[in-house]
């Protein structure tokens, strides 16, 4: 199982699926916030199933 998602790439969805999460408790306090829990895995876990599908990958390549 190898990582498809890049150090930058993760940051930003790190950063994006906190804020959708904090949208639940904060602000609008609307339940689509929860939609934010999907870039928060693929961030931690540095895996995305939509890259593997289509075989992107934003990881830099080793020499």
């Known amino acids: 199982m190898s ?4 150090n930058m ?3 930003l969805r ?5 804020a959708l999460i904090a ?5 609008p306090q609307t339940p689509w916030g929860w939609i934010g829990l999907v870039p928060l ?3 931690l876990t540095r895996r995305c ?5 289509f075989g992107l990958s934003t990881c830099q390549r080793r020499k």
Request: aromatic letters at 8%.
């Open 23 to 27: 949208m639940v408790f904060v602000g």
């Open 3 to 6: 990582v498809n998602v890049g």
């Open 14 to 18: 790190l950063v994006v699926g906190l």
């Open 49 to 53: 199933p939509a890259y593997s599908i």
């Open 41 to 43: 895995l693929t961030g």
């Open 9 to 11: 790439d993760r940051i």
